[in-house]
């Protein structure tokens, strides 16, 4: 095998505690592969696609390993030697491309910047640039070039950093999340734009990222990186298929794919900090099949399938076979709501100043139901959620509850209206008050919501922490000392204090981890199922509407195009538009197919 | 010295421990003290206020009696010699701290507390009112700290409330401006929307969600006004402004004896060094405080 970019046991460690980032990894990639790494959050991913490049960031050290690239050790190069080869022959492009490009010089300067470094570039400056800007989908008029980066959207800002670091048709190209915050349409073509650079270039690439969809989509094989080890690798369509590794099966199990119906199946726990990693394989504490040899030693690494690597000590047992794809459908499970009422909007117009950024959105949700809004960026969705919740008043239309309708600003709304319709935040972390323990925030939700005596507040609140499935002892943690997926629970039980008939969610799962996603999810429909809580569930990901909701509104540039069944929607979209991001949607429902059969 | 500090019990960040749950405040305060800078800022900040308020007790002669010749060099009995007028150096820098503390402390908690008030205030309640009021604070924050203390000063003499006064009055609009600051980035931030939109009140909210949560940049900001007290107060001192002769005082120290500085420096040096050494201290402490402040929300979104 050709390898073009090759690292061999490379360790990645903390200065200050001495904990390994990333632990003994060995990588080969061949000539035109896209290589890709998956891995959670804190898994150490972003830390080895830049120990790749021989780069480690502020606080950390290499310890042991090497890295070679186009035939030269990285390790025997000076700082001088390394530079001349950063931006020519090894590249990189990170997660958000308005932070990588500088906001002072325009488009055209920067990319020409990069262009000259080519020593071998027999075509002239302006040939290769109106080239590379074919290549990577952008026009090429001078009025384009004298854009500055703000000028651009988010999507053509990534194009210009990806045409930058396959400027000089580099051997190796690391890309960290490059369409992570980009909407689904716009990052199919930027991953169909990658896929054929690397093609036309021979350049080899290590994409890096924490969506399984996205490397099914791009990548030649797949890495799967588990608290600073590779505990699968192996060719993409090999590994999403027949994944050997419990935490392969069970990271797959947590991915939705546009299936109706279908129930996703959460890790329980959380993986460990590297400083708390368990002794032997570092995955056993939440494995479903570990044994005691799990816990011993570190797994040796086997090779089940032709091309395929697996470090788990249970590989060759077969018995990782059966992590649960659970078939139970949120359809079937749907109670009837048996307490009566109905969240009603109607014909509602919201307005920034004069602009009406959502025009005549009309839906209702029952009790026990979940209903998905779904839209991309910019859609007005959450526009919508802030009018129904009082936090946005310069509407016309009417939202009400049965048939009352409520007031416009939730200053103006009785105590009564405010218990019942609660809202869960996007990210957990910035709706905890940071400096008060989860007990104190739980209570004072309940102080300010429910007149009650002290023994039923302590009750309401042991009631909330028991229905999101966290123990009372969290009452005196801070949000800081609690994971993602924890802090969004503590962030639903503090809407659940109050006993809400309805459930205002907005984008409550785009911060956490899938694992953790599933989890949630399943911990929503279980509440509309068993206390009849009706649910408005905002998401950009048309995927994961599949597993939560009954129904869908599909929303863009401020009307709803489409509202049907989610059955209806997934088998016979009626709009251009739905169809094309269910298209677009990168997903792994060829796995839900082979399920199936 | 630091060992102490080392006790599992004061480590509180990831050991979840089961233990009753501590103030923010606390928290942060017990997570600050693990680190460097804030033992030895401690160490020199406790240092110098245990000079200055425990050091009338310990001076070996009178402050304001004629021990020797004038500009007397150290000696076995003047560990520091003597001042211009042969007054023993080492008994006037005793004496001559607490002053100097008493009136830039009141003005430090004054000034920082009205800032901080009318700060989170204009932060919570943005209008063009409050916007107009930051604006006329601007042209305050214009004319120079110690000319306006002196303006003052000048005209209705020396007095301790006086100074307290001015110099409070100095801070308050560097001290409003800095926490309406902070506050603005907390009051945009979902848990106040959160709280906005079940209808607490209003007053709840600037006390349970937004003050706690600025009270690491409000520790910063005391520690680095108060330095700043001493400086505008030792300033007025040396121009003849803070305590009145006879009465030791370091700022009054300073000049009296400068013109001796390059044959027997004492005089002027204790008391340079000692505010030296408070400011040093003070400013340490609070940059502890204010890396732990963004230690622990760093940590949030890491979480």
Not at chain 1, 358 to 371: H, L, N, Q, T, W
Not at chain 1, 391 to 400: L, M, P
Not at chain 1, 419 to 438: C, E, G, H, M
Request: aromatic fraction near 6%; hydrophobic fraction near 45%.
């Amino acid at each position: 095998m050709n390898a073009v970019a090759s690292m061999q046991g490379l360790s990645v460690a903390s200065i200050a505690t001495g904990a390994e980032i990333i632990r003994n990894v060995s990588l080969t990639l061949a000539r035109g592969e896209i290589l890709g790494l998956v891995g959670e959050s804190g898994s150490g991913k972003s830390t080895l696609g830049l120990a790749f490049l021989w780069h480690t960031q502020k606080g950390l050290m290499r310890r042991g390993g090497t890295v070679s690239l186009a035939g030269s050790a990285l390790a025997t190069l000076d700082a001088k030697a390394l530079s001349r080869l950063r931006g020519r022959v090894m590249t990189y492009v990170p997660q958000d491309p308005a932070r990588a490009l500088n906001p002072a010089l325009r488009i055209g300067a920067q990319i020409r910047d990069v262009i000259a470094l080519d020593r071998n570039n027999t075509a002239t400056g302006d040939q290769r640039l109106s080239e590379l800007l074919g290549e990577v989908d952008l026009p090429h008029d001078s009025a384009f070039l004298r854009r500055y980066p703000h000028e651009l959207s988010g999507g053509q800002q990534q194009r210009v950093v990806i045409a930058m670091a396959f400027a000089c048709r580099p051997a190796f190209v690391v890309l960290d999340e490059p369409t992570t915050g980009l909407d689904v349409t716009v990052q199919k073509r930027i991953l169909a734009t990658v896929k054929d650079l690397c093609r036309t270039s021979g350049s080899a690439a290590l994409y890096v990222t924490h969506d399984i969809a996205v490397v099914a989509a791009i990548a030649d094989r797949v890495g799967v990186l588990y608290s600073g080890s590779i505990v699968e690798i192996g060719p993409t369509a090999g590994v999403l298929r027949a994944p050997v590794h419990p935490y392969t099966r069970s990271l797959l199990a947590a991915v939705p794919t546009a299936t109706p119906g279908e129930s996703l199946a959460g890790i329980p726990g959380r993986a460990p900090l590297p400083d708390q990693r368990p002794s032997g394989c570092a995955f056993h504490t939440r494995c479903a099949v570990s044994e005691a040899r799990c816990a011993g030693e570190l797994p040796q690494r086997s090779t089940p399938t032709h091309e395929r690597s697996v470090w788990c000590w249970r590989a060759e047992d077969g018995v990782a076979a059966n992590v649960p794809r659970a078939s139970a459908s949120v359809h079937e499970r749907r109670a009837p709501a048996h307490r009566a009422g109905v969240l009603s909007v109607n014909a509602l117009t919201a307005y920034y100043g004069a602009v009406a950024a959502v025009r005549d959105v009309s839906f209702s949700i029952a009790r026990g139901e979940i209903m998905a809004l779904v839209g991309e960026s910019g859609s007005g969705k959450t526009t919508v959620s802030r009018c129904v919740v009082g936090a946005h008043s310069a509407y016309v239309g009417s939202i009400a509850i049965d048939a009352e309708e409520l007031p416009h600003s939730a200053g103006k709304r009785s105590t009564l209206q405010r218990r019942s319709l609660q809202y869960v935040f996007q990210n957990p972390y910035a709706a905890l008050n940071p400096r008060r323990t989860i007990g104190q925030t739980l209570l004072q939700w309940a102080r300010v919501l429910c007149d009650d005596t002290a023994a039923e507040y302590k009750q309401r609140i042991a009631t909330a922490l028991e229905r999101v499935g966290l123990e009372t002892r969290y009452l005196g943690r801070y949000p800081d000392e609690l994971s993602g997926g924890q802090q969004q629970r503590v962030a639903i039980a503090r809407a659940l204090v109050s006993d809400p008939a309805f459930l205002i969610c907005d984008e409550i799962t785009s911060a956490l981890d899938v694992s953790v996603q599933a989890t949630v999810i399943n911990l929503l429909s279980t509440l509309c199922r068993d206390t009849g809580l009706g649910v408005l569930f905002i998401t950009h990901n048309l995927p994961l509407v599949g597993s939560v909701a009954q129904r869908v509104a599909v929303m863009r540039a401020g009307r709803v195009v489409e509202c049907a069944s989610t059955v209806d929607l997934f088998r016979h979209p009626r709009e251009a538009y739905t169809m094309q991001i269910l298209q677009d949607s990168p997903s792994l429902s060829f796995l839900g197919t082979v399920n199936r059969e | 010295m630091h060992t102490e500090t080392q006790k599992p019990g004061l480590i509180v960040s990831a050991g979840h421990s089961d233990a009753e749950p501590r103030s923010a405040l606390a928290r942060l305060l017990l997570e600050a003290a693990r680190l460097r800078r804030f033992q030895i800022g401690m160490a020199l900040t406790l240092l110098i206020l245990g000079l200055a308020l425990l050091g009338p007790l310990a001076a070996p002669s009178s402050p304001t009696a004629f021990v020797a010749t004038p500009f007397a060099m150290p000696s076995l009995s003047f560990p520091f010699g003597a001042d211009y007028l042969g007054r023993d150096v080492w008994s006037r820098f005793l004496c001559g701290g607490l002053s100097l503390l008493l009136i830039s402390m009141p003005a430090t908690l004054i000034g920082v507390g009205l800032g901080m008030a009318a700060g989170i205030t204009a932060a919570m309640f943005k209008s063009s009112w409050t916007e107009a009021g930051m604006r006329l604070l601007d042209v305050l924050l214009a004319f120079p700290q110690v000319v306006l203390a002196l303006l003052f000063v000048t005209i209705l003499g020396p007095r301790p409330w006086l100074l307290i006064g001015v110099v409070a009055l100095a801070h308050f609009p560097q001290s409003t401006r800095v926490l309406k600051g902070a506050a603005s980035d907390i009051v945009e931030r979902d848990f106040v929307k959160a709280a906005q939109v079940i209808g607490m009140p209003q007053s709840r909210i600037l006390f349970d969600e937004v003050l706690p949560n600025v009270s690491g940049q409000l520790l910063v900001e005391l520690g680095l006004r108060f330095t700043y007290s001493i400086g505008i107060i030792a300033a007025l001192g040396f121009l003849g402004f803070g305590r009145q002769p006879p009465n030791p005082d370091w700022g009054l120290m300073i000049s009296e004896n400068k013109v001796a500085l390059l044959f027997q420096p004492w005089g002027t040096l204790l008391p340079v060094i000692a505010i030296a050494v408070l400011t040093v201290g003070v400013n340490l402490v609070a940059d502890a405080l204010g890396r732990v402040t963004a230690r622990i929300s760093a940590r949030m979104e890491q979480a």
